[in-house]
């Protein structure tokens, strides 16, 4: 009532109305005692899709959300605009779950995203997200892969990130040509063309063995023939085989017809597949566009 007697009394009567309205409103209430996180997890999703589905993102921003401390959404953002300079915001909010996943628990199935702890996942989020930038800047700098519009997949950015997280120090030697040549065993294969959370866990295994400065056992063949290229090699910008070989041209700095400048390449430029760049790269394509 003293809140009440603050306004004009020509408001009483419908704030009065208010009042009641909202005393009498019936919430639901779902009490879970002493339920496991995936089964509240599943519980919060199914109440709240409603007639759109939750993604799995849009989950954990909720269950990682810490009024005043930490906002998923927020941070991603952020993420995404500190990686714009660098031509590297394409990164997807999907591959930051999948790195945290893998390096916290080693695997990145939804079930185990899902059941992520709280204090854990905010805990190593700044550690997370210095290794992606590192692996980011390996990915700009040492393979000279410009933009990650490039890459033949985001997911290539979790064992690289997993990597740094337990590796700071640029890698030399024996660890750089093994990481060099299980980047290009995956870039060159169709390695995360399917089944990409079961593969990432396989992988994380073989980084910790070039971690430890061994050679990983691969069990998927690499067919880099004049024949296999002649055979796979043609044109599509979304192809990963073909992003493989734009990783491959572009670490010789591909020049401009007209005037022998190094080409800018941005993600920008290569959202579509006849950007006027592609040329720069593929001969053939601009011929058939011609």
């Known amino acids: 009532m003293k809140t009440l007697a603050r306004y004009d009394e020509a408001y009483h009567e419908k704030l009065d109305l208010y009042k009641k309205i909202i005393q009498s409103y019936n919430y639901s209430i779902i009490l879970l005692k002493d339920a496991p996180i995936d089964v509240a997890t599943e519980v919060f999703t199914r109440i709240n899709e409603g007639g759109k589905k939750l993604s799995l993102f849009e989950i954990m921003v909720a269950k990682t959300y810490d009024y005043g401390q930490f906002d998923l959404s927020e941070k991603y953002k952020q993420l995404i605009e500190e990686l714009s300079p660098s031509n590297y915001e394409t990164i997807s909010d999907a591959t930051i779950l999948q790195l945290i996943s893998i390096i916290l628990e080693k695997d990145c199935k939804r079930q185990q995203i899902l059941k992520l702890d709280k204090v854990t996942f905010i805990r190593e989020w700044e550690s997370v997200i210095v290794a992606l930038k590192k ?75 070039i971690l430890k400065e061994k050679q990983p056992r691969y069990d998927w063949a690499v067919d880099v023939s004049a024949d296999f290229v002649i055979k796979h090699g043609w044109f599509s910008a979304s192809r990963s085989y073909v992003k493989a070989i734009l990783c491959l041209y572009s670490f010789e700095q591909p020049k401009s017809f007209n005037s022998n400048a190094i080409v800018n390449i941005s993600n920008y430029w290569l959202t579509r597949a006849n950007s006027k760049n592609y040329h720069h790269f593929f001969l053939s394509h601009t011929l058939i566009e011609l």
């Open 135 to 209: 692996a980011v800047e390996h990915f700009k700098y040492t393979y000279r892969i410009p933009v990650s519009q490039l890459l033949p997949y985001n997911a290539l950015i979790v064992p690289f990130a997993y990597f740094f997280y337990h590796h700071s120090n640029p890698p030399k030697g024996i660890i750089q040509d093994l990481l060099q040549d299980f980047f290009w065993r995956c870039a060159l294969s169709g390695r995360y063309s399917s089944s990409v959370e079961s593969k990432l866990a396989q992988d994380v295994k073989k980084i910790d063995e």
